[in-house]
């Protein structure tokens, strides 16, 4: 998208001159992202005012800062002036820590994106201290109907 500057340069009052520029203009304005933990899953929800092209959202988790993996697909609804929600779930089946991060990667349809800003989750295991023996050791435990994120 362009964008048209004009700038009145006076110089003997006599000279004016226009440029015009690439300015990025944001195709998603993302209003809000959040989570909160719920069972075995970590449940995100955002909401966008408006959409242009908008393909849909990658959602990434990392454990660690910088080390981000791709977990899920959201489809976008294209090019909208309407507020729109989005949720997805995140599975913590096999997941040990204490807290994720998530961030979106929005895609338009022509392939180009863009990231949101990154949250953080602290995770509520449940860990208990072994007393019995000699050792001092953190044994965490899953409860075992914990099969799937609904």
């Known amino acids: 998208m362009k964008t048209t500057i004009s700038i009145l340069l006076l110089l003997s009052c006599q000279s004016i001159f226009s440029r015009t520029i690439n300015s990025p203009i944001p195709p998603v304005e993302l209003t809000s992202f959040t ?8 449940h995100l929800f955002w909401t966008t005012d408006s959409e242009f092209n908008n ?10 800062i910088g080390q981000w993996q791709e977990i899920g697909f959201v489809q976008g609804n294209g090019t909208t002036n309407e507020p729109q929600t989005y949720e997805f779930k995140d599975s913590l089946i096999n997941v040990v820590a204490e807290k994720c991060y998530y961030r979106l ?14 949250i953080e989750i602290s995770l509520n295991q449940i860990t208990l201290r072994d007393t019995t023996n000699q050792y001092d050791y953190i044994i ?10 609904e």
């Open 35 to 42: 989570g909160q933990v719920e069972a075995s899953c970590v």
């Open 55 to 64: 393909l849909g959202f990658e959602i990434e988790r990392a454990i660690q």
């Open 105 to 118: 990667k929005q895609i338009d349809y022509d392939g180009t994106f863009i990231y949101s800003e990154e």
């Open 140 to 149: 965490i435990t899953v409860p075992e109907f914990v099969t799937a994120c």
